[in-house]
C-alpha cells in the first residue's frame, strides 16, 4: 500500500520560510502526478502546487505563485515543497497527494483526482 509521509511543517513568522518534504513509499517515478494541498481551519481544501511527470512541468495556485517552489527528486522519492515569504494567509494543514495516470493539464488541480494522500503537517504563520 502507497504511503505517503510529510515533515517539516511547524511555526514560523511572516516573512520566514519553510521546507515540506513528503517521503513516498514507492518509486516516485511511478506517479505521474506529486502534488501538495492545504486546508486551513473551516476552510475547503485548496491545490497549492502540482509537479507534473509528463512534461517535467509544475503548476502552482495563484496565491502562493513565486513564493513557493514544488521539487520532486525520483532517487529520494520525495516531493518537496519549499515555502519562502510566508503569510499569515499560508497557515493551513498541507497534505502531500499522488496519482498514478495522467490527466488533461487543465485538471491537474483537482483533489478528487489524487489517489493517495498523506496525514498531513501543519505550518503556522504568525508574529
Known amino acids: 500500500q502507497v504511503q505517503l509521509v510529510e515533515s517539516g511543517g511547524g511555526p514560523a513568522l511572516p516573512g520566514a520560510s519553510l521546507t515540506l518534504s513528503c517521503a513516498v513509499s514507492e518509486r516516485a517515478t511511478g506517479f505521474d502526478m506529486l502534488g501538495w494541498f492545504r486546508q486551513a481551519p473551516g476552510k475547503e481544501r485548496e491545490f497549492v502546487a502540482v509537479?507534473?511527470?509528463?512534461?517535467?512541468?509544475?503548476y502552482y495556485a495563484d496565491s502562493v505563485k513565486g513564493r513557493f517552489t514544488i521539487a520532486r527528486d525520483n532517487a529520494e522519492n520525495t516531493v518537496t515543497l519549499q515555502m519562502n515569504n510566508l503569510k499569515a494567509e499560508d497557515t493551513a494543514t498541507y497534505y502531500c497527494a499522488a496519482r498514478r495516470g495522467r490527466v488533461a493539464l487543465s485538471a491537474v488541480r483537482l483533489g478528487r483526482l489524487y489517489d493517495y494522500w498523506g496525514q498531513g503537517t501543519q505550518v503556522t504563520v504568525s508574529s
Open positions: 509537479q507534473v511527470r509528463s512534461n517535467r512541468n509544475q
